[in-house]
């Protein structure tokens, strides 16, 4: 057990020491080994979950982000006609479902 002077403490830091000595005097009593060295252990501990969440949360976005920004990459692309002179894609398909069914 230790003894604080409370003329040492400046007086704008008083009601402070106080309530300090309050919250460790009732965790010592909820946990006699550990005392408030065991809150504080747990409070690290989500500290660095919410962290490991909030990172995770974070690339979430920025790969949701990403994703919209190629959906309106390729809306706002223009659209290209093809003219009867070319062979369209679906002429280019029916060719090759009849050399297939060829070969069948």
Not at 7 to 35: C, K, L, N, W
Not at 55 to 70: D, M, V, Y
Not at 83 to 92: C, G, H, K, L, W
Request: net charge negative.
């Amino acid at each position: 057990m230790f003894y604080i002077n409370f003329q040492e403490i400046p007086e704008s830091q008083r009601d402070d020491a106080v309530t300090s000595m309050v919250y460790e005097a009732t965790a010592r009593i909820r946990d006699p080994v550990y005392g408030c060295t065991g809150s504080i252990y747990q409070l690290q501990n989500q500290v660095i979950e919410l962290q490991a969440e909030l990172a995770r949360t974070k690339a979430e976005l920025i790969n949701i982000q990403t994703q919209q920004a190629s959906l309106m990459a390729i809306i706002s692309s223009p659209l290209t006609i093809e003219t009867s002179d070319s062979p369209s894609f679906i002429e280019d398909h029916n060719q090759s479902f009849i050399l297939d069914s060829l070969w069948i």
